[in-house]
Structure formats: C-alpha cells, structure tokens
C-alpha cells in the first residue's frame, strides 16, 4: 500500500508539472479521429411520414424466416478477414465489455 | 372490453379502455404481428385498408432503420447494406423505442447483435457498435468545464497524488477482445481500400468530447486501466499504479498530456 | 431545424422565427443543444413536439412532460405546439403520428392531455391535424368539430396545417375547404404548409405527408382563401426530405408572405422562382 503511494506520487509529481508545458488549448489538434462522422444527423424525430416509395416496398413485409441473402454480409468483414474460420478459438464474448462513465 | 368485430356496432362511443385496446391493436399492426385485430376498427375510402396500414407501418419501420443507419455506420459498413437494414428492421419490431426522442434509440442493439448469427460469425461486431454507440452518447452528453491542468499543476505533490480525476460526462471507455479501433477507423468514409485486419489484437477505444470535438482513440492497455481506474474513484497515484501494473513502462506524463487535450476528465469543484 | 418562414428572400439569415422538433433538443448538452441556444439568441423559437401522444388512453408521460419543461425554461420559445395523434401505447413509442378515432370519449382524453400539458408547461400549446391515411367508422365528429371542441374546452390554440388537411381529405374523402370553414378563426395560432407526394393510382392512389416537394397548388388556394377568411398567422413551410436549393425554399416562403399580405392571387407558385 505504502510502496504503491510512493511509486504513484513520484510519478505523478513529475507527469504532471511536465505537461503543463505542453498542456494545449481546446482547440488545439488532438490525436486520433476527431471528426463526427454520422453523428451529426444522429437521432432525429420528424413529423414527415417516410417517403411514399416506401408504401409498396419490402418494408411492409420484413420477413423473419429469413432468406438467403440475409445470411451473407457483404460489407467490408470480407476483406477484413476474420470471419468465422479466422476465429477457430474465438474469444468468449464476456471477454469484451464497454465500461461507461457512472 | 373487447371491441366488437362489426365497426357498426363497435363505435357510438368509444369508452376509453377501448381506446386503449386500439391503440393496442394498432401497435401490433405497426410493428408488424399482425392486422387482423385492427382491421375491423380503421375503414378506408377506396381501396384495400390494408395498404392504408401499411402507410404508418412503414413510416414506423423505415424510420427505425434510419435512425440505427446513422448511429451505427460502421456497424452496417461491415455487413452490408442489405443485411443491415434486415438485423435492424429485425432488431426495430423486437425491441421498439421506450423513449420518444430517437437519439436515445439504439443502446440494446450491440446486445441484440450479439444474441444474433452474426454475432457469432463476426465475433468483434458487437463491440464495434458498442463503441458507436459510445461516440452517440458522447455527443449528446452534458457540458462540463474540463479539467484544468493548471490548477492541477499548482497543487503540491501530496495533494496532487489524492485528486480523484472525474471523467467528462461524454467520456466513454469501450474495451474489445478485438481490434475495434482499427475496424472502426479502416471503415471510415476517406478509406478506400478495406485493409485486412490482424483480428488478433485486442484494443480498448476512448471517446471524449474537446471542446465541441469528438475524439476518437485507441489508448494502451496501461492507459485504459488508468483511465478505467478514475472511474472507479482511484486518486491519481491509485490509478497510476495499476496502470504501472499493467506495463511498467506506462508513461503518466504522455498519458495526461493526451486526456487534457482530449477532455478526458473534468474540473473538480472546491 | 432548417425551415424557415415569412421573409422574403434577402439576406440570408432574415427569417422571422425558427421551428424546431422539441425532440431534437432533449439532450443533455453538446453541440446540437449549444446550436439551438445560438438560435435562440437571435430568433424567436417555435418548439414543435413529435413525442407527447396528447391522444395517448394512458395519459402522458411525466418523464417526458418535465424533460419538455426543461427545454422550454432554456429556449424561452415563442409557440409550442404538438399534434392531435398518439403515438405511444403502454410505454412503447411508435415514432409516427398515428390517428385517433373522434369520439366523446377520444375527445375527453386529449382535453385531459392537452391541460396536464398547459400545467406542466405553464402555458397555451398550439394543437396540429395530422395526416390521415385511414379513418375510423367509430368516429362520431368530424376532425375540424373535435378541434374546435378541443379549443373550446382546453383554452389550446391550433396550429393548421393545409397539406395535411388537403392529404387527409383527398385520402379520406371529404371536402377541404367545409374543413377550413369550421376550424374557429381565433383559436389558429399558426400555419404550416408543405408539399407531400404521391403514390398509387386509381383507387389505390394515396398522398403522403413526406415534406418532400413543394406546396401543390390546390394547398395554396386553401391557404390563399383561409388567410382571406382569418387574417394572417405565422407560417412556416415545412421541407424535410429531398431537400431543394435554398433559393426553392426561400421562393415558397416568399409565395407564402405575399399571400399573407394580401398580395398575391389564388395561384401563387410562380413567386418560387424569386432569388
């Protein structure tokens, strides 16, 4: 317990005084992918009802036996690789969580 | 209180447990189960009433869809289009919104990918539209003024070891047992040529709002755990050391350098 | 957020107001909400719900009705208004307007819905017609007498919308301008016009309420002979899918403002084609 504390605040102590060199503005470039992509149009309500096309379409009848197709993705998993022969020992999906902000 | 089949009989007046019982039947036909219980109560001038339905029914579903398209860009970019708008019409009728605003809609569908066939053939699916989920929530969470690194700097060492970091209300930590960071970032729009992914690495992503920035980031496993830490109310020389222990060779000052820029945590109040 | 009313084209930010979908701005802040506050600044706000359901049987949500008020408290906005619909049912939102049949007891509902509302609120909200893709063989009243009632009883204003009342009649069968002629000209509060599309032919023809075109004309010349009857109101065009050049936009709200000064004659559309 103790051993932990004096490694925490000699580490800290420094890490912090250093950066406030460097400690940026909020508007300065942060590393990473900054921008929204999609999140812009996130979510909205509307009072229009979605376009009539949509009256006569597949979507009056989804259909949850399924069909062929529905089993084939075909987006960019297959150039990606890893589907399902790629995870011959695939990770218990408990492995993965999202932690979030109480 | 059951509504009589024949609308001659049913209608002079509607008592009000029957206008709950419409309303009831009219959700089974919006979402799809089934007409026939609504369809003696709803008349149309010409035409089949069914195809009158139809109109709010699709207008529920394809806007559902919708909604989860631009939440979970990514999510579809690696299924596909065709398969996307399925899981989620799927996912729409199954589970329909509790709350009337629809940027709130959608934080059961990385649960419901999991549940799913997909789920098990794209094994990282689920945490990517995790970390959707997390760049949504990030966007629309509260304001915070962020942690102001010098105050942080005038205080003494003691006190500096005991401050509890707390995390920006739109701070988000989503940890993978796969490289979601990569998915995420090799399925942006600018990024022609889908790579292969080393689906071998494990990654833990931070999203935080700057200013009125949303970052995106994939952080070291050291870091995580710092950050992880602070939202578990270690002080920062707590946090520091369990990142330690996680590689010996975490370096806190790069560490924190990034989190003030990135708005990580907020101020503290006195 | 987009739709602006009133002005002529000009200078571009000269709108009168500015309508919102209150929906929109629930959050809990963020850029979407710092840009709202921005508007506000500078325009009077209309904040229109999507979400209450006045026509809910169960009563409304007090989560909802409060997280509404909050907004209100921040934006200060000049009309609220909502929509004579429902659109939740035993907790589950159905993210459409859906129709209500015009019963005594439908009736007793939406009033009952529509004060717990002006509680909440503090104040008068505007009450829409919706779009109607089917009617009720149950409904004892026509749309524009349960309006009327509803005026009457609540104290609520209305906020007419001339599509919907030119879709729903083509699509049920009854006479536009008999609807226009019974809504009580004091109780409008504002207007909204928008163009719809259609699908189907013959007897499967349908109008939809898509906010994806422009006004048709058989709306201006219900909106041209109801500003005759009542006198000007705000109006706002509603443009929501398909979004056209702003200089379409800006030639319709213009059409729009000349009609509501007495300008323009029945056939208006040709203004459009201004900036």
């Not at chain 2, 629809?102 to 059961?108: I, Q």
Request: contains cysteine; negative net charge; proline residues 6%.
């Amino acid at each position: 317990m103790i051993a932990t504390a004096v490694i925490g605040a000699a580490v800290v102590a420094g890490a912090v005084t250093m950066s406030m060199v460097k400690t940026p503005s909020m508007e300065t470039e942060a590393p990473g992918k900054e921008q929204c992509y999609g999140v812009a149009k996130a979510g909205e309500n509307g009072c229009a009802s979605a376009n009539g096309s949509h009256t006569c379409g597949g979507l009056a009848t989804i259909d949850k036996s399924g069909q062929e197709w529905m089993l084939v993705e075909t987006g960019t998993c297959l150039k990606m690789g890893g589907q399902m022969e790629a995870f011959e020992d695939p990770k218990p999906a408990e492995a993965a969580k999202a932690a979030r902000a109480g | 209180m059951s509504l009589s089949a024949n609308p001659e009989t049913s209608a002079l007046e509607l008592p009000e447990l029957q206008l709950q019982e419409l309303q009831r039947r009219f959700r089974a036909s919006v979402l799809g189960e089934d007409d026939g219980p609504v369809l003696p109560l709803v008349a149309a001038a010409r035409g089949p009433v069914a195809a009158r339905i139809a109109v709010y029914r699709n207008t529920v579903q394809a806007s559902l869809t919708e909604v989860l398209a631009v939440a979970f860009p990514v999510t579809r970019r690696v299924v596909g289009e065709q398969f996307f708008a399925n899981l989620a019409g799927r996912f729409a009728t199954e589970t329909p919104p509790r709350l009337p605003q629809l940027s709130a809609y959608g934080g059961d569908f990385a649960a419901f990918i999991e549940r799913e066939d997909v789920g098990r053939r794209l094994p990282y699916l689920a945490d990517v539209a995790r970390l959707e989920w997390a760049r949504g929530e990030a966007y629309f969470a509260a304001d915070a003024k962020p942690l102001d690194a010098a105050r942080l700097a005038a205080l003494s060492p003691a006190e500096m070891e005991s401050t509890v970091f707390k995390w920006h209300p739109a701070t988000r930590l989503t940890t993978s047992a796969f490289p979601i960071y990569r998915i995420w970032e090799v399925n942006q729009l600018d990024v022609a040529d889908i790579p292969r992914v080393d689906m071998g690495l494990a990654q833990s992503v931070l999203v935080s709002r700057a200013g009125s920035r949303l970052v995106t980031r994939a952080v070291e496993p050291a870091d995580a755990a710092f950050v992880r830490a602070t939202a578990a109310g270690e002080n920062l020389a707590e946090a520091a050391s369990l990142a330690l222990a996680v590689d010996a060779a975490f370096d806190l000052q790069r560490a924190l350098g990034d989190h003030f820029i990135n708005g990580t945590y907020q101020d503290w109040e006195t | 957020m987009a739709s602006f009313a009133g002005d002529p084209p000009g200078a571009l930010p000269k709108a009168a107001w500015v309508e919102v979908h209150s929906e929109n701005f629930l959050c809990d802040g963020g850029v979407r909400l710092a840009m709202l506050d921005a508007v506000a600044a500078r325009y009077p706000v209309s904040c229109h719900g999507v979400g209450l359901s006045l026509g809910s049987a169960e009563g409304l949500d007090e989560q909802h009705l409060a997280r509404l008020s909050r907004l209100f408290n921040r934006v200060g906005p000049a009309l609220v208004s909502e929509h004579l619909s429902w659109s939740v049912t035993e907790g589950v939102y159905l993210n459409d307007l859906l129709p209500l049949p015009y019963t005594e007891a439908t009736l007793a509902t939406v009033c009952r819905n529509v004060m717990r509302a002006q509680d909440a609120f503090g104040r008068q909200i505007l009450v829409e017609n919706p779009s109607a893709y089917l009617s009720f063989p149950g409904s004892v009243m026509r749309e524009p007498e349960f309006l009327a009632r509803l005026a009457e009883r609540t104290g609520c204003g209305l906020l007419l919308d001339i599509n919907n009342v030119y879709v729903s009649a083509t699509n049920n069968a009854f006479d536009a301008e008999d609807y226009l002629d019974s809504i009580p000209a004091a109780a409008v509060g504002e207007i909204h016009l928008a163009g719809h599309s259609v699908t189907g032919e013959g007897i499967s023809r349908l109008l939809i309420d898509t906010h994806s075109a422009r006004v048709c004309d058989p709306v201006w010349a219900l909106f041209t002979a109801t500003i005759a009857r009542i006198g000007p109101r705000p109006t706002l065009i509603e443009w929501d899918l398909e979004i056209p050049e702003l200089s379409v936009l800006l030639g319709e709200a213009a059409a729009a403002q000349s009609i509501l000064d007495g300008k323009a004659q029945v056939n208006a559309p040709d203004a459009a084609h201004v900036a």
